[in-house]
T-cell receptor, first 112, second 116 residues
Framework: TQLLEQSPQFLSIQEGENLTVYCNSS?????LQWYRQEPGEGPVLLVT?????EVKKLKRLTFQFGDARKDSSLHITAAQPGDTGLYLC????????????FGKGTKLSVIP | KAGVTQTPRYLIKTRGQQVTLSCSPI?????VSWYQQTPGQGLQFLFE???????NKGNFPGRFSGRQFSNSRSEMNVSTLELGDSALYLC???????????????FGEGSWLTVV
């Protein structure tokens, strides 16, 4: 079973601070995705990274895929209350895999 | 365009009963997958269907089953409910068969199941 470990599990910060969330595995993933889930809703895809070492930016969010494709990070600059939510990383283990494995998530609270 | 629609949104069942949850994917999407979300275990993959064929099944007991119809709508069924089956059940759809960049997965809002 492919496992994705996310850290930290909980994060509470003040508006304007920076933060980084990590997603690690001992297994190689063909691609990794990051989702954000708000209470009462399903997860919404933020980004997909497929190439080792890839960096993608989405406004104040920066996503990085590790060179060995076993880990990823999400960095948020100048966090805002609207960033509050559950951040989930998920990955497909191989080209023929149809099973998306999720980390348990990082619950982020941004205090105004 | 309409998103992924799941029904019912909330339901309460008694131990030993069975439940059927429904998912209507985005129009044109042929892949439907199901996930169970609990505070302790997070999101866990149940199964995935493409063009009425189950392509992959997660590590869940046989009490959990599903199917997909010719119009891509999907149902999942849980028989002989246990207290531990209380969870948010999420359905997701995507257009194509593979998971490469551009084939975005869209989740529904989920069905909240409480077993008492």
């Amino acid at each position: 079973t492919q496992l994705l470990e996310q850290s930290p599990q909980f994060l509470s910060i003040q508006e304007g601070e920076n933060l980084t969330v990590y997603c690690n595995s001992s297994s190689v993933f063909s691609s990794l995705q990051w989702y954000r889930q708000e209470p009462g809703e399903g997860p919404v895809l933020l980004v997909t990274v497929v190439t080792g070492g890839e960096v993608k930016k989405l406004k104040r969010l920066t996503f990085q895929f590790g060179d060995a494709r076993k880990d990823s990070s999400l960095h948020i600059t100048a966090a805002q209350p609207g960033d509050t939510g559950l951040y989930l990383c998920a990955g497909y283990s191989g080209a023929g895999s149809y099973q998306l494995t999720f980390g348990k998530g990082t619950k982020l609270s941004v205090i105004p | 365009k309409a998103g992924v629609t799941q029904t019912p949104r909330y339901l309460i069942k008694t131990r030993g009963q069975q439940v059927t949850l429904s998912c209507s994917p985005i129009s044109g999407h042929r892949s439907v997958s199901w996930y169970q979300q609990t505070p302790g275990q997070g999101l866990q993959f149940l199964f995935e269907y493409f063009s009425e064929t189950q392509r992959n099944k997660g590590n869940f007991p046989g009490r959990f089953s599903g199917r997909q119809f010719s119009n891509s709508r999907s149902e999942m069924n849980v028989s002989t409910l246990e207290l531990g089956d209380s969870a948010l059940y999420l359905c997701a759809s995507k257009k194509g068969a593979d998971h490469y960049s551009g084939n975005t997965i869209y989740f529904g809002e989920g069905s909240w199941l409480t077993v008492v």
